[in-house]
């Protein structure tokens, strides 16, 4: 079974706010560093936020910091991104990953495991 799976993405208006979530099914959600990526038709996919295990430290790519925030709830077992102020360029499907580390400061991920996505899209 695929361990993460991703929800919330819809279409919304440039300016707009949206939260997407990441359910983790393992029972060690604890012990992975997590992030968000994102990709649009043809090219590559980037690099959005990270968070560590414990939720004490984050990163975020330039595109994003300001306006999106990453969380994690460890109870619950479940990712957040808030995005804020969304524009146009920030459309494409969002990717949940995992990476199996517990280090205290994290910056780009190496994921272990993907989610399936889950399609934003900013009208303007």
């Known amino acids: 079974q695929v361990p993460l799976v991703e929800s919330g993405g819809e279409t919304v208006q440039a300016g707009g706010s949206l939260r997407l979530s990441c359910e983790f099914s393992r029972q060690t959600f604890t012990h992975y560093a997590m992030g968000w990526f994102r990709q649009t038709p043809g090219q590559e996919r980037e690099f959005v936020a990270a968070i560590s295990a414990n939720g004490g430290h984050t990163h975020y790519a330039d595109s994003t910091r300001g306006r999106f925030t990453i969380s994690r709830d460890n109870a619950k077992k479940t990712l957040y991104l808030a995005m804020e102020n969304l524009k146009s360029d920030d459309t494409g499907v969002y990717y949940c990953?995992?990476?199996?580390?517990?280090?205290?400061?994290?910056?780009?991920?190496?994921?272990?495991?993907w989610g399936q996505g889950t399609e934003v899209t900013v009208s303007s």
């Open positions: 990953a995992a990476q199996i580390t517990t280090a205290q400061v994290v910056g780009v991920i190496r994921p272990d495991y």
